[in-house]
């Protein structure tokens, strides 16, 4: 099971930590890994691309983290909240036996 954590402060983004593979299917044909990585490193891609946001990542198999190392932006707001739109309809739509999303408040 994919678990994803995501930390929150006043409706701003602090951090967001991917782990563990689906299961759906092998490796190779996992549609809801694949599902997950592109969104998630899409994301990445996106704040470094379209934002001034800073983030620090970590990569590893099966694992993805990020934080925001200063007050995240509106673009970054944005485009945060459009990954964690699209993780849930993921999980929602597997029931989430697959992949949970677990936003948190601290």
Known sequence: MIKITVKKREDSYISFKSSGHAGYAEEG?????AAVSALVINTVN???AFTDDSIEVQEQDG?????FTKPVTEKGILLMDSLILGL???AH???NQYLTVKVKEV
Do not use: G, L
């Not at 694992?63 to 934080?67: C, G």
């Open 29 to 33: 044909q996992d549609i809801i890994c």
């Open 46 to 48: 996106s704040i470094e």
């Open 63 to 67: 694992y993805v983290s990020f934080r």
């Open 93 to 95: 739509s597997y029931e």
């Open 88 to 90: 849930t309809d993921i």
